[in-house]
């Protein structure tokens, strides 16, 4: 297989990322996430987080497939994708993402706004601007579906007095 039969057109990385995460997750197989909300004290396994975010990846890649015809710009694909690809591959390459990985926060069992701040504010803020730039990808991917479909729209009804389709010929 060809890389450019993996990046062209450029959601396939969708899949890749996917596929990355699927084989990773059974390293961990061991290592539990602990969400603690109110009084009540929810374990589940990582592999089963990876799995969801492998479906979200996949489910992603569908509705990419699904809006090919219509998105609006290369660019805001290419940005969703590679912002995308970047911020899995660091939290899973990082103590953030799998606790048997060392980092400031992988050994603790509470996790806090003022104990992130205080024991390493660094970290504290490269995670925020990595969530943030996440944010704005994702962003790019509403707004490349929602302009091509406005794009899309209004071209139809330019030719509404066609007889065909202005992207099926």
Not at 70 to 90: D, G, N, R
Not at 147 to 167: C, E, M, T, W
Request: glycine share 4%; net charge positive; hydrophobic share 55%.
């Amino acid at each position: 297989m060809k890389l450019k039969s993996l990046t062209n057109p450029p959601y396939n990385l969708f899949v890749l990322s996917a596929l990355l995460l699927v084989i990773s997750t059974p390293f961990y197989w061991h290592e539990n996430a602990d969400y603690h909300l109110n009084d009540t004290y929810i374990v589940f396994p990582f592999v089963y987080v990876g799995w969801a975010f492998a479906l979200v990846l996949m489910v992603i890649w569908l509705i990419y497939r699904i809006v090919d015809k219509i998105l609006l710009s290369a660019f805001l694909t290419w940005t969703h994708v590679i912002i995308s690809f970047f911020f899995l591959l660091t939290c899973v390459g990082s103590g953030i993402w799998y606790p048997g990985i060392e980092s400031p926060y992988s050994r603790k069992m509470h996790y806090s706004f003022q104990s992130m701040v205080g024991d390493n504010y660094a970290m504290f803020w490269i995670i925020m601007y990595l969530v943030l730039l996440f944010l704005l990808a994702q962003l790019a991917f509403v707004i490349n579906i929602l302009g091509g479909l406005a794009r899309y729209i209004v071209i139809y009804f330019r030719h509404a007095n066609k007889s065909q389709d202005p992207f099926n010929q």
